[in-house]
């Protein structure tokens, strides 16, 4: 279609032949004849889709995702208030990204999922789309996807799972993971507790309960816009995220009548306030690369700068693990993300569009906080700055961050020598090896973990303590690496290092002994050698071989841009025209 749509009269809203699946149903031809056949074929009446919007429905569910196994349900409700709008729902399986099972990772694979939703929700007679995910990597794939579509779009957030439980304690997935596995291998408690706590560490269907990446990222999306207010922190086997679901279905078709596509939505000042909320509720590192990435297929320049620039403007007042003490559901009842957001009103850009409603002042107006320990006020935050620093210097000359408020205070400035180890396979074999002497003041450095070394950068920057440290009580240490890691961990972990060691970033020179500087207030991250020393080892440095020789891995190694600027494919990532399919 060229030009803009046709109006009916008094209502803003497109005439049935508007819709983009008039193509394919609408015309007098033999391909449109073919079309209505082979619906017909399916079991449609001609009354139950012809004129209609068709919805695309996007299910990431499978029987391999944890997160996302209530998902089939969901896309039913999405269905029913779809149906009940007088849309025409569709219901695509699209690739799941399971941060439980995946291997290496699904960050290797998020680009695949954008790839598959841009190419279904192009290729097919949709008119707009309900995308159903969550677990870490699926938002921003899906998310990714639809931007460069720009269909009228409604995401549907898998939802948190219910807390955890172990005795008397209550239970956060991943943070506590981590935990009680260090206290394993400090020998603090033994296999019968960790089979307890196997059981009750992760209790129902839905994503990381705690601020980790998941609900960070859609979290992320609901101030973006994207979803119906509230919608992220709604516990996923809460009735009220059934009800959500089919709302969802219902704001849709809506949508697509009024052409409210998804680039009204995503605008310049949307990501700037995904990056504060995403400061200020203390979230996932990993979402500085996600949001790079989002913005990117919206036609939006963001960069590790404005995540500086943002963090010193907002203050933390989340009170969440991985970095405070409550979990989501405790977040969700003290009154969500509109609650939240209500206390930075000031930073945000309150006359933009939602999908939900016209600003989002009007969609936070009058928005109640119930619990101000789980959400502070602003005289009481968590942490004065936002959660997430960026560091530059020599080691990181295109940047790296760190989630400075879980680390412990007194590492944020520290130098110590350097222990290199090449990748992880070598880590794990020999970091409790007590040949190495590591103290609580050494720099454990991890290279080739990046997007290319990982290969996918994995989430292995939670470096491991050896196990006699722990036993002598040490919980943290200064960690490097060009990997990520999961936004349930913690720890003075700087990661993300750019460029990454496998295509000859400075991390690729360090040896061990060299002392490095950390310094977050300063924003420093620096090693400590002379300039014609390091020119020295990089002279004597030669790349690695490649990972791939074929297939999707040659394509992603080819491809891949590195963290400070998305990790997005250079060809999905560029700007350019991509014609709508002829229908015949």
């Keep these: 279609m060229t030009g803009a749509p046709a109006r009916e009269p008094g209502t803003g809203r497109i005439a049935p032949e508007e819709l983009r699946s008039h193509q394919w149903f609408g015309t007098d031809g033999l391909r449109s004849f073919s079309h209505r056949a082979r619906t017909r074929q399916l079991g449609y009446l001609p009354e139950e889709h012809l004129g209609k919007p068709v919805i695309a429905v996007l299910n990431t569910w499978s029987d391999i995702n944890p997160c996302h196994s209530h998902l089939r349900d969901r896309a039913q409700a999405v269905k029913r208030g779809v149906w009940q709008a007088g849309g025409f729902p569709l219901e695509f399986p699209v690739s799941t990204l399971s941060e439980t099972f995946q291997k290496p990772t699904p960050m290797l694979y998020r680009n695949l999922l954008a790839m598959e939703t841009e190419e279904l929700l192009r290729s097919y007679p949709v008119d707009g789309a309900v995308l159903l995910g969550g677990c870490d990597k699926s938002t921003p794939a899906l998310l990714m996807g639809a931007a460069s579509v720009d269909l009228p779009t409604v995401f549907v957030p898998a939802g948190p799972m219910l807390p955890g439980h172990w005795r008397n304690e209550v239970l956060g997935s991943g943070t506590d993971m981590w935990k009680y596995w260090d206290e394993r291998r400090a020998g603090t408690i033994g296999d019968c507790e960790m089979s307890e706590l196997e059981n009750g560490l992760a209790r129902s269907p839905g994503h990381c309960m705690t601020m980790g990446t998941a609900s960070t990222l859609t979290a992320a999306a609901e101030v973006l816009g994207v979803t119906l207010p509230g919608a992220s922190s709604i516990p996923a086997v809460d009735s009220g995220h059934e009800r959500m679901a089919a709302a969802s279905g219902l704001r849709i078709v809506e949508l697509v009548m009024r052409q409210v596509t998804l680039s009204q939505i995503l605008t310049p000042e949307a990501y700037e306030d995904a990056v504060a909320t995403v400061l200020a509720l203390g979230g996932s ?300």
């Design 285 to 584: 590192t990993n979402a500085v690369i996600h949001l790079i990435a989002m913005a990117g297929r919206s036609g939006v320049k963001l960069t590790l700068d404005d995540f500086d620039r943002i963090a010193r403007t907002v203050p933390v007042l989340a009170d969440l693990r991985p970095g405070g003490r409550y979990l989501m559901e405790d977040f969700h009842f003290a009154g969500g993300l509109p609650g939240f957001l209500g206390r930075l009103g000031d930073v945000l850009h309150l006359d933009r569009p939602t999908v939900a409603h016209a600003t989002l002042r009007e969609q936070l107006d009058g928005a109640p906080v119930h619990n101000s320990e789980v959400i502070r006020e602003r005289a009481d935050p968590l942490a004065e700055e936002g959660g997430v620093a960026v560091l530059r210097g020599n080691l990181c000359p295109d940047g790296a961050v760190i989630k400075h408020i879980a680390a412990e205070p007194h590492l944020l400035r520290h130098t110590g020598p350097a222990v290199v180890f090449d990748d992880y396979r070598e880590l794990q074999r020999t970091i409790n090896d007590p040949a190495l002497a590591l103290t609580p003041d050494h720099v454990l450095v991890l290279r080739n973990a990046g997007p290319q070394g990982g290969p996918g950068m994995p989430e292995y920057g939670m470096l491991p303590i050896p196990n006699y440290l722990l036993k002598q009580g040490v919980r943290d240490m200064v960690r490097i690496s060009d990997a990520r890691m999961s936004g349930t961990s913690y720890g003075a972990c700087v990661l993300h290092i750019a460029p990454e060691s496998y295509v000859g970033g400075p991390l690729a020179l360090v040896r061990t002994g060299d002392l490095i500087t950390l310094d977050v207030e300063a924003r420093l991250l620096r090693l400590d050698v002379d300039d014609e020393e390091l020119e020295r080892r990089r002279a004597a440095w030669s790349p690695p071989p490649a990972r791939y020789g074929r297939g999707y891995g040659a394509l992603y190694q080819d491809q891949i841009t590195q963290a400070d600027t998305g990790c997005d494919f250079t060809f999905l990532a560029r700007q350019g025209e991509v014609p709508d399919p002829y229908a015949g």
